[in-house]
């Protein structure tokens, strides 16, 4: 059963670069869509982007300027990176395989509020 | 964008009772050339992440009861709990993925009544 485990700063400050991890176990990245969503209460779920080994990607354009997804195949683990964040970027953001676009595996989730 | 608009919003159904979740797509999401629907449904109970019930808008994931099932094509859609249990309690979402940028629906609640 693949497990997916987000990581990274709780708190980030307003305009500076969010950056979350996701380490993927008993499964391979070199395979599958690997996604990140993010769910806040004002916005509901809302899918970032997906990246496929060795590095297709593709961004919603609402973020597209903003984020950066990576896959470091030796880590077997997924990034994001998001810049000139806002309080509109608060949210829980999750890592997900997709199959490809419905998504089958989820990790538990990490909350990003963004404040000074 | 694909929007996604689910109704209700929320529903109270009593224990053994049937729940029925609509889910509705502002443009097809039938890929013709596999008669595939592009259309996934999700259960999200408090404090976890969303749990995949329904994919190709009638295929259930492994594992998920048989009482849980989908129907419809094109733009409209279905999640249908034929007999409701108290673990069913949840937010349930329908998602887009017959195109990028892939989208959710608001999300119904189903309780107990």
């Known amino acids: 059963q693949v497990q997916l485990q987000e990581s990274g700063p709780g708190l980030v400050k307003p305009s500076e670069t969010l950056s979350l991890t996701c380490n993927v176990s008993?499964?391979?990245?070199?395979?599958?869509?690997w996604s990140w969503i993010r769910q806040s209460p004002g916005k509901g779920l809302e899918w970032i982007a997906y990246?496929?080994?060795?590095?297709?990607?593709n961004y919603n354009p609402s973020l597209q300027s903003r984020v950066t997804i990576s896959v470091d195949r030796s880590k077997n683990q997924l990034s994001l990176k998001l810049t000139s964040v806002s309080a509109a970027d608060t949210a829980v953001y999750y890592c997900?395989?997709?199959?490809?676009?419905?998504?089958?595996?989820w990790g538990q989730g990490i909350l990003v509020t963004v404040s000074s | 964008d694909i929007v996604m608009t689910q109704s209700p919003d929320s529903l109270a159904v009593s224990l053994g009772e049937r729940a029925t979740i609509n889910c509705k797509s502002s443009?097809?999401?039938?890929?013709?050339?596999?008669?595939?629907?592009?259309l996934a449904w999700y259960q999200q109970k408090p404090g976890q992440p969303p749990k995949l019930v329904i994919y190709?808008?009638?295929t259930r994931e492994s594992g998920v009861p048989d009482r849980f099932s989908g129907s419809g094509f094109g733009t409209d859609f279905t999640l249908t709990i034929s007999s409701l249990q108290a673990e069913d309690v949840a937010v349930y979402y329908c998602?887009?993925?017959?195109?990028?940028?892939?989208?959710f629906g608001q999300g119904t609640k189903v309780e107990i009544k």
């Open positions: 997900a395989r997709g199959d490809p676009g419905f998504l089958d595996y």
């Open positions: 008993r499964g391979s990245i070199s395979t599958y869509y």
């Open positions: 990246i496929t080994y060795p590095g297709t990607t």
């Open positions: 443009q097809s999401v039938l890929y013709r050339s596999n008669n595939k629907n592009y």
């Open positions: 190709w808008a009638s």
């Open positions: 998602q887009q993925y017959y195109n990028t940028p892939w989208t």
